[in-house]
Each structure stands twice: as C-alpha cells, then as structure tokens.
C-alpha cells in the first residue's frame, strides 16, 4: 500500500534507491554491535556460490520484483494485484525443485495446484460479479403495472 501511495513515476528507480540506503545503517549498526573482527570472519567464508545468491537475492529477486510490483500496484488495483503474492512459495517450490533437486511429494503439488486455483478464483470473481450486476440491472423492473 505505501508503494502504490507514493505512486513513483519510475518503479524500478524507486525500489533501487529504497534497495541502497537501508544497506548503510544496518552496517555501521553491525559494526557498532558485532565488530569489524566478526564481519571479517563472516566474509572470510563467502565463496563464488553465496557472493552470487547474494547478487541474485538484492538484485533480481529484490529489486526487480520490488520494481515490477510497484508497476503493477501503479497500474491496477490492490485487490487484483495482491492475491499473486501467494504464488511466491509456489515458484520457490518450482524453482527448488528444478534448479535444486529438491523433491515434490504428491502433497505438495496439490497444495501448490490449490493455491494457484485459489488464485485465479480471486481474479475470476470480480468480473462474474460485474457481469450479474450488468445482468441484473439491464433486467426490465417489474412494476406491477397491470396487476390491478
């Protein structure tokens, strides 16, 4: 809601700066609390693997999707855009499975087959509820006429 609120010309933009600043703070407040030496330690373990989880993490999953999102709230309203927020653990399922070999059970796949139908359930139902309200008003009134 804050981001369709602010209504940023430029999504993408918006969510890179956003993306950038808080980094700062929640450094130096790392270096007040832990220590530089525990910092070290904790980059001293990074190898090709993490740097690029991390690269993929604050750039394409965060920034990205942060930047598309805030489109799509800018574009159409909360109540459409929303409910495709429940795909997200559908997709890290997909995604783990595919790039991962993480295993499907059965019950995972109709919970995620749930989920996606209750999806396109929530974006359905708007346009049958308009199409009986255009149906119920285009109706002739009974107005009695003739009943007495």
Do not use: H, N
Not at 102 to 107: A, G, H, S, V, Y
Request: proline share 8%.
């Amino acid at each position: 809601m804050a981001i369709k609120r602010a209504a940023p010309p430029d999504p993408l933009r918006f969510m890179t700066w956003i993306c950038v600043v808080p980094p700062l703070p929640l450094l130096a407040l790392s270096f007040a609390f832990e220590g530089p030496a525990r910092i070290g330690d904790a980059l001293a373990g990074v190898d090709l693997g993490g740097a690029a989880a991390v690269a993929y993490i604050a750039f394409a999953a965060t920034t990205v999707g942060w930047g598309l999102w805030a489109y799509l709230m800018r574009a159409y309203s909360a109540g459409t855009v929303a409910p495709f927020s429940l795909l997200v653990p559908v997709f890290g399922l997909g995604f783990a499975a595919l790039l991962l070999g993480e295993p499907l059970t059965w019950r995972t796949v109709i919970a995620a087959g749930l989920v996606v139908g209750g999806v396109l359930l929530t974006q359905r139902a708007p346009r049958i509820s308009a199409q009986i309200a255009r149906s119920e008003a285009a109706r002739p009134l009974q107005s009695g006429a003739g009943a007495g």
